[in-house]
């Protein structure tokens, strides 16, 4: 008896660590891969308009293009956030307008914030196990960066 | 057979007990990799966000054109670093997120031409009865020499001196006191700043949280890449930084800014074939007695893409020569 259990343990050993491990190491190497290619293309972006103040159609599709080629599938949202001054009860207070269509991001005046959000969309249900069972991924991908354009 | 296949088995189990203490190991490094790189991007552009509202330029032709004429003044540039912050990590721009921002600042200095800002901990009676971030008054560079106290421009090159008896000099032009280099003024200036910082976290340790200082300035530029303080500039340190991850980051984020001469682009006409032709290159790179006699300027832009919507196209045999405006 203590022999078949000794198999068995055997095989689940070996598939474990023969075919699980590699798996997931690589995964979560390609991954961290992933998230560092989205992170830079962002701040590329960002540094390109806080160069330029100008977002054309070009330069959204190719943030989109870029940040999906990593291997994740991502949405991307750039806003353009204008800072003003309202007067509230007799409080002065300041608020930021979003603006995001591409008439409105077409031409940023200097002093104004762009903001690029990404968050991940059609996480794989593997990934979905990995979040909800084994706690070693963190679930949906999500992160802003906003640069100042001057 | 059967024990050797028992012994076997065992040895498996501890070796993948180790190898999912290193994979355990392995997903945080990368996750706080991650985590890092975005904190120093955030910091970055929040600092320099909060810097370009702090400069102000007495010249009222040129933005950015005289080094001399910048002056650098607080204001709510705290409140915009902390907005900023609070923009890179979807927060609500809210008091309860810009004090959880302010718990990471472990220090903040913007130096000017003549003395510098530095954020201190400042207790609060009034309201709640707690500790908030204000920049202090301004704090000129100062060097002691044991009977004479000298104070400096480090920009204009000018200086005053206090001498043991109480007498006040104020030479009115530019150059340091006989015997002092600018690198010594330098030496004295960083020197000063990382001491302040120093005081400033000590403060804030004694009475919150705690902040490791492993941060120097030097008085040139060293090796590694570090910059000294030598104008108007921004250094801001974050430590300890609770909202940038789902553990505490440990590891001090630091950005920095100086002003530099932005380099305009010069638009011009050029007669060729009897034919006014629209140009432009980079300020510096005209020759002087060129200018109003073959080429006649017509604006100035910030940067190329203006210039060039402007219907202006590029001279390649200017734009190949030296800028030597810097």
């Keep these: ?150 | 057979m059967r024990v050797w296949g028992a012994i076997f088995n065992i040895f498996a189990v501890l070796m993948m007990l180790l190898m999912s203490f290193a994979f355990l190991n392995l997903t945080r490094v990368l996750d706080r990799d991650f985590d890092q790189a975005r904190l120093n991007k955030a910091v970055e552009y929040s600092t320099e966000a909060t810097f370009i509202n702090t400069l102000e330029i007495e010249d009222i032709g040129l933005d950015y054109t005289d080094i001399e004429a910048i002056e650098i003044n607080t204001g709510n540039s705290l409140d915009i670093f902390e907005t900023m912050m609070c923009f890179n990590y979807d927060l609500s721009v809210h008091e309860e997120n810009k004090k959880l921002i302010e718990d990471s600042v472990a220090t903040m200095v913007l130096s000017c031409n003549d003395g510098f800002y530095i954020i201190q901990d400042i207790y609060n009676d009034t309201g709640k009865g707690e500790y908030l971030l204000r920049w202090s008054p301004k704090i000129p560079y100062l060097y002691d020499d044991g009977s004479n106290k000298y104070a400096f421009n480090v920009v204009k090159q000018k200086w005053a001196k206090v001498s043991g008896s109480g007498d006040i000099e104020m030479p009115l032009e530019e150059g340091y006191p006989p015997g002092i280099s600018h690198d010594k003024v330098l030496e004295v200036l960083n020197e000063q700043i990382t001491r302040n910082i120093y005081v400033e976290i000590e403060n804030r340790n004694a009475n919150r949280d705690i902040f490791q200082y492993k941060f120097f300035l030097p008085a040139e530029t060293t090796r590694a890449g570090v910059n000294p303080i030598s104008g108007p500039g921004i250094l801001t340190l974050i430590q300890g930084a609770r909202f940038a991850s789902k553990e505490m980051i440990g590891t001090v984020s630091v950005s920095g800014y100086k002003v530099v001469e932005k380099v305009n682009v010069v638009a011009f006409t050029e007669k060729i074939d009897g034919v006014d032709k629209k140009f432009y290159c980079y300020e510096g790179q005209m020759d002087i007695d060129d200018i109003d006699t073959k080429y006649k300027v017509k604006n100035y832009y910030r940067d190329t893409r203006t210039a060039a919507k402007e219907e202006y196209s590029p001279h390649f045999g200017l734009m190949t020569k030296k800028i030597t405006k810097r």
């Design chain 1, 1 to 150: 008896m203590s022999d078949f259990i000794n198999k068995i343990v055997m095989i689940a050993l070996i598939f474990i660590m023969l075919v699980l491990s590699p798996l997931l190491i690589s995964y979560k190497i390609d991954d961290a891969v992933a998230k560092r290619t989205i992170l830079n293309e962002v701040s590329q972006f960002i540094d390109k308009v806080k160069h330029t103040a100008i977002v054309t159609e070009e330069d959204l599709n190719k943030l989109y293009i870029a940040c999906n080629a990593s291997g994740l599938s991502v949405d991307v949202k750039v806003k353009r956030l204008v800072r003003a001054d309202i007067n509230k009860d007799g409080k002065i207070e300041t608020v930021h307008y979003a603006v995001d269509d591409l008439d409105g991001l077409e031409d940023i005046n200097y002093g104004d914030v762009i903001k690029v959000t990404v968050t991940e969309i059609g996480i794989s249900t593997s990934r979905r196990l990995m979040y909800n069972i084994l706690r070693i991924d963190e679930g949906k991908f999500e992160f802003s960066l906003a640069g100042t354009v001057g």
